[in-house]
């Protein structure tokens, strides 16, 4: 009798164990940073960090470029999927159909993000020469921008937040910029899935500087972004001429193409009839943010009907450049054997507004020795 007791009572201690450990939440995922070798760039190492934050957002980036490789956030029914564009090895940001098509997948840019007008610009009473790479034009930096350089890493943790430290000293005249620039690029996310990067800079030399990041997002991990619906909180927008390069109007955004005040999907009318859109052959312009100066604000909201994913960006730059995928041709074969095709990623790129060093009337670009530059990005997903 005795051992028929025992044996029951063991055996309701096993039950419940098990009721327990069946009944138990599964363990919440912690933050985590990884580091991995990625490659080589002449002498220099490479390497690949991988950032995790307590919800079970993921983003890979490595140092050369500054580059988020992947972006892993979740769907409405808990689904992660990588949302930003880029490739599985280091060679493929290094090989030559990619250096060809120059489509920046998810880099850092500087030392100055968008165009300058005929590569030059006055400062000082001097007038400074810039590498032209596109066209007449001075694009994202020049020929070598922070986009293609290897950047010091220093993996950091702020509280909950897992974060990557990256560091870059541009010599004076590098790409025709003046001044030593002293660049300190911070990537952590937040336990809300956001992609936050805080920049700053000193200068031993007046010039000029404007930072940015460079991904291409899909927030359905594959396709067009035609049907992605975008809202910019913008009554205005930088008009440019036919090699994009702002004419110094700031143009109302009612009645035009341009209009993302109210939620709209990308492809209602990328394809009108309008010199604007046909300047560049669909978006790529940069939108004056509703803020105040300094302030960090929303400055797009994008949602993917399919997959209920939303990206929020929040910025304290005065302007947004929109760009939709418009030079992607087939050409570059992805991660996972992806074929980035035409219209397959959107950028979204909280700055100043192109040319500024030759508007006068833009919001100032310029910085001097004793001064810190400051820009603040964050990249935001939920879901719905």
């Known amino acids: 009798m005795n051992n028929l007791v025992n044996s029951l009572a063991i055996a309701g201690l096993f039950l419940s164990i098990g009721c327990l450990l069946a009944c138990a939440p599964a363990p919440r995922p912690t933050t985590a940073i990884g580091k991995e070798p990625f490659g080589r760039v002449g002498d220099a190492e490479v390497d690949i960090y991988t950032l995790r934050n307590g919800s079970g957002m993921e983003a ?16 409405r029914e808990g689904r992660l999927e990588d949302v930003v564009l880029g490739f599985d090895a280091l060679a493929g940001y ?18 100055f993000g968008n165009r300058i007008g005929n590569a030059r610009f006055t400062l000082g009473g001097r007038e400074y020469t810039l590498a032209a790479n596109n066209g007449a034009n001075h694009l994202h930096g020049g020929v070598r921008g922070f986009d293609k350089v290897v950047w010091e890493a220093r993996p950091l943790r702020e509280g909950e937040e897992p974060a990557l430290e990256l560091r870059y000293v541009s010599a004076d005249g590098e790409e025709g910029y003046p001044g030593t620039l002293t660049v300190t690029a911070v990537y952590s996310l937040t336990p809300d899935n956001g992609l936050k990067v805080e920049f700053s800079a000193t200068t031993d030399k007046e010039t000029v500087v404007n930072l940015t990041h460079h991904s291409y997002f899909n927030l359905a991990g594959g396709g067009d972004i035609l049907g992605h619906e975008m ?43 309008d010199e604007q859109l046909a300047f560049g052959k669909g978006y790529d312009h940069n939108w004056v943010v509703n803020k105040a100066p300094g302030e960090v604000a929303l400055a797009a909201r994008v949602l993917e009907p399919g997959s209920g994913r939303i990206l929020e960006v929040f910025s304290d730059q005065p302007g947004l450049q929109f760009y939709s995928g418009n030079f992607l041709n087939g050409t570059l074969k992805g991660k996972g054997g992806k074929v980035y095709e035409f219209r397959h990623g959107f950028c979204l790129e909280p700055q100043h507004f192109p040319d500024s060093p030759n508007k006068p009337e833009f919001p100032p670009v310029t910085l001097k020795p004793g001064e810190v530059y400051k820009n603040t990005i964050l990249y935001r997903f939920s879901n719905r």
Not at 60 to 75: A, E, F, M
Not at 236 to 251: A, H
Request: hydrophobic fraction near 30%; charged fraction near 20%.
């Open 231 to 273: 809202m910019i909180p913008a009554d205005r927008f930088t008009p440019v001429d036919e090699t994009l390069i702002p004419t110094g109007e700031l143009r109302p955004v009612s009645g035009t193409p341009f209009d993302f005040t109210t939620s709209t999907a990308i492809g209602a009318r990328i394809g009108q009839e």
């Open 60 to 75: 890979r980036i490595t140092n050369y470029g500054g580059t988020v490789v992947s972006l892993k956030v979740p769907d």
């Open 94 to 111: 290094t090989g030559r159909d990619y250096l060809e098509s120059n489509p920046y997948f998810g880099s850092l840019i500087g030392r």
